[in-house]
């Protein structure tokens, strides 16, 4: 299992979770919005728009940047996330 996805939720309050480190983040449907948006922005700028939206607290925050900084390659974690907002995006 990868530290860091997202997770399409059938039903409930909120679109998706965003899995880390063995915490569950859940994403309002308003902050996955903004995410999908930034879909084609670079990795960095993905990764920080990530950080500052769903990282809505100093501890959030913190937990994303460990839970980026363990997976690797930021590039990488970068293009699977957005491919995985994706996929859920086109699920609707």
Do not use: C, W
Not at 21 to 38: K, Y
């Amino acid at each position: 299992m990868k530290s860091l996805r997202f997770e399409r939720l059938e039903r409930g309050t909120y679109k998706a979770f965003l899995h880390a480190d063995g915490f569950s983040i859940p994403v309002p449907e308003e902050i996955f919005n903004q995410l999908t948006e930034m879909l084609s922005s670079p990795p960095n700028v993905f990764l920080s728009a990530l950080i500052e939206k769903v990282g809505y607290n100093r501890y959030l925050k913190g937990l994303l940047e460990t839970a980026i900084q363990k997976a690797g390659d930021p590039v990488e974690i970068s293009k699977s996330l957005q491919e995985e907002l994706r996929k859920i995006e086109i699920r609707g």
